[in-house]
């Protein structure tokens, strides 16, 4: 074989291979399949949504309950600083969702979904060196009323670890399609 044969077979195989048309790519992208992007995404709104939802909660419901009046003083205290903490954790999630929503894997090159990916993969580990302080602080904060009833206090420990058994869970997933958008 010389080289134009060569040339002639390399260009038939070329006009052989799949070219999807942009219906295709389109029917492809609608299809109701989730990437590990579309889970990674879907997971960052729905905590930005419990982070607001606990914001208003805490925020404004907490002062106004039971448990809230026990608390004497302290009350507005816990409730600002729970607001302001899940509101900090809404936002965080809600910018990593929009983040992680406007990679494209169509129009982007490989090498720019991965850095892309990187970044707010980074972004998320060091939002987390910021929270899991905040978050120790407001359990601080929060017992601090109830330091002479034990109950309370045992309840609180029992709290934080299932609370960090459920987290530790939850940021294992978040890890998990990190990598598996890696692999893809």
Sequence with gaps: ???????????EAAGRAYRPSADSLED??????????????ARYRR?????LSMMIVMGLLWPLSHAGEIMGSWRYVVAVSAAIYFGLCSSIDWWLYKGVSSIDCYTMTVSEVADK???YRKRHLQSMILLIPFAIAMVCIFAKPFISDQLMITSMIIGVIIGLVIGYRQFTLFMTSYRNLKRD
Excluded: H, P, V
């Design 117 to 119: 990916a990187m970044y």
């Design 1 to 11: 074989m010389d080289n134009n044969e060569i040339r002639q077979t390399w260009r």
């Design 47 to 51: 905590f930005s949504i419990m982070g």
């Design 28 to 41: 492809i992208y609608r299809s109701r399949k989730m990437t590990s992007l579309d889970e990674l995404a």
